[in-house]
């Protein structure tokens, strides 16, 4: 009882001491807990995101151009691999560069347009087009994530039945129903193909007199769209034209499991096989970002605080000795005093901690927000490519939810702990080294 009532009559004689005790832990408490947390609630988003990312495989096939005998894989063969316990669904896009001998293509803007609000020139030499073979479902995903929508026609598309751009269709003046020869070359030879119009495609929001409008339709505008079967049909598409050909998986860690299967099925050795991991990183590299500066915070906070706290504690037991010396002359004994001392650093490092944790959970979601944003600063563009890269099942990052789990509690009042007894066992030290006949000869001398 003579220990608490000690300690309180202290606490009310050394206020202000104590209440730079008590800013100093809490600043570093405060500190502790706001960058704990942010970090482990980065890292639990990390792994969670990772957990619920679509994983996607992707078959790249090699260049078949300067190989005759090479042959490339066909739908079945796709589909087979695609027969998966591990797989939950199959994309197949296969493309061709191709030119046009009788039609007009959208026209690329000049130089100029790029710098100045001046009229374009249009140069059909630099215009890229592409024929690009999908299945329905695929063809309406790859519209829609390029701005794009469906004019008219269906896209249950026949044997050489295409779709082609608005723009394209009233440059040419073509009509669902009306036939179009496009020309693809490779291997030294020139092969045509008719195709017939049976739908249109145009940007979801059209942008009249702007140059970012005409720019992208420049790029989207010339692409004509059929089946896969038809495009992998013609002659040349071995030589010229690619296939890529993506499965979605349950889980990353069924990769290698599939890996071993599709090559049990037959998959060519010279077949290139990637993953969507290095996309999965890049939407994850801002999180990241504040994950490990708010680990070397939360590090300088344990080193530094602790040797701030040491030099404070050796100060101000300094200028506690002559309370000491009339305490001891009193009759106390140094386990006395230690354990009222305990028992002061106890109660104010407890109400530090209150304060710190209820300003804490205020202030910390704004704070990882911040450092989110900064991050994706620092970073570039990270979010508009982002959006171009996440698909529904894989969003880009706007806000990391600040959690306190189990972990995070205990690594904060460990931390705590650490500060008091770093308190603590300096002042501990210091009174059984104290000798009253020392610091009157100290105090003599400094006389």
């Known amino acids: 009882m003579f220990v608490f009532k000690h300690a309180?009559?202290?606490?009310?004689?050394?206020?202000?001491?104590?209440?730079?005790?008590?800013?100093m832990l809490f600043l570093?408490?405060?500190?502790?807990?706001?960058?704990?947390?942010?970090?482990?609630?980065?890292?639990?988003?990390?792994?969670?995101?990772?957990?619920?990312?679509?994983?996607?495989?992707?078959?790249?096939?090699?260049?078949?151009?300067?190989?005759?005998?090479?042959?490339?894989?066909?739908?079945?063969?796709?589909?087979?691999?695609?027969?998966?316990?591990?797989?939950?669904?199959?994309?197949?896009?296969?493309?061709?560069?191709?030119?046009?001998?009788t039609l007009k293509p959208v026209g690329i803007p000049s130089s100029d347009q790029f710098q100045k609000n001046e009229s374009t020139k249009t140069n059909y030499g630099q215009t890229i087009t592409y024929w690009i073979g999908a299945e329905p479902e695929t063809f309406v995903n790859m519209l829609a994530d390029s701005g794009m929508e469906i004019n008219g026609g269906s896209t249950d598309l026949k044997q050489n039945e295409c779709f082609v751009s608005s723009a394209f269709a009233q440059l040419n003046q073509l009509k669902i129903g009306d036939s179009i020869e496009v020309a693809l070359t490779g291997n030294q030879d020139t092969e045509k193909q008719t195709l017939v119009v049976a739908g249109m495609y145009q940007?979801?929001?059209?942008?009249?007199?702007?140059?970012?409008?005409?720019?992208?339709?420049?790029?989207?505008?010339?692409d004509i769209f059929t089946n896969w079967e038809t495009l992998n049909s013609i002659k040349n598409f071995d030589y010229s034209g690619h296939n890529s050909v993506s499965y979605e998986l349950?889980?990353?860690?069924?990769?290698?499991?599939?890996?071993?299967?599709?090559?049990?099925?037959?998959?060519?050795?010279?077949?290139?096989?990637?993953?969507?991991?290095?996309?999965?990183?890049?939407?994850?590299s801002p999180v990241?970002?504040?994950?490990?500066?708010?680990?070397?915070?939360?590090?300088?906070?344990?080193?530094?605080?602790?040797?701030?706290?040491?030099?404070?504690?050796?100060?101000?037991?300094?200028?506690?000795?002559?309370?000491?010396?009339?305490?001891?002359?009193?009759?106390?004994?140094?386990?006395q005093i230690i354990k009222s001392r305990v028992t002061e650093l106890v109660i104010v490092t407890c109400v530090s901690f209150s304060l710190a944790s209820v300003i804490a959970k205020g202030f910390v979601q704004p704070i990882a927000d911040w450092q989110l944003v900064n991050q994706k600063?620092?970073?570039?563009?990270?979010?508009?490519?982002?959006?171009?890269?996440?698909?529904?099942?894989?969003?880009?990052?706007?806000?990391?939810?600040?959690l306190m789990n189990a972990h995070s509690f205990i690594t904060i009042l460990g931390?705590?702990?650490?500060?008091?007894?770093?308190?603590?066992?300096?002042?501990?030290?210091?009174?059984?080294?104290?000798?009253?006949?020392?610091?009157?000869?100290?105090?003599?001398?400094?006389?």
Not at 264 to 279: C, R, W
Not at 313 to 328: I, N, P
Not at 415 to 431: C, G
């Open 415 to 447: 931390m705590t702990s650490l500060f008091l007894i770093t308190i603590i066992s300096i002042d501990i030290y210091k009174l059984f080294k104290f000798k009253p006949i020392d610091f009157l000869l100290e105090r003599n001398l400094d006389e």
């Open 203 to 222: 940007p979801k929001e059209q942008v009249q007199s702007s140059d970012e409008g005409s720019l992208f339709m420049s790029y989207q505008g010339n």
């Open 250 to 284: 349950k889980s990353m860690d069924d990769f290698d499991k599939f890996l071993s299967e599709m090559k049990a099925k037959g998959l060519p050795s010279d077949y290139q096989v990637i993953t969507n991991e290095a996309k999965m990183n890049f939407i994850l």
């Open 288 to 335: 990241n970002g504040v994950r490990t500066l708010a680990g070397t915070i939360l590090l300088g906070f344990l080193i530094f605080g602790n040797f701030w706290l040491a030099l404070f504690s050796v100060r101000k037991f300094r200028k506690s000795q002559t309370e000491l010396y009339v305490l001891r002359n009193l009759g106390i004994t140094k386990q």
């Open 377 to 402: 600063r620092l970073m570039g563009n990270i979010d508009q490519l982002s959006s171009l890269m996440a698909s529904e099942q894989n969003e880009s990052i706007l806000s990391i939810p600040m």
């Open 8 to 23: 309180f009559l202290n606490l009310r004689r050394h206020i202000w001491n104590y209440l730079l005790v008590g800013i």
């Open 28 to 101: 570093l408490i405060l500190g502790t807990m706001v960058t704990n947390t942010i970090y482990t609630s980065a890292k639990l988003f990390t792994k969670n995101y990772s957990k619920k990312f679509m994983t996607v495989v992707t078959i790249l096939e090699p260049d078949l151009s300067n190989s005759m005998h090479e042959e490339k894989l066909t739908k079945e063969q796709y589909i087979k691999f695609g027969e998966s316990k591990y797989v939950t669904g199959i994309e197949m896009i296969g493309n061709v560069p191709i030119s046009f001998e």
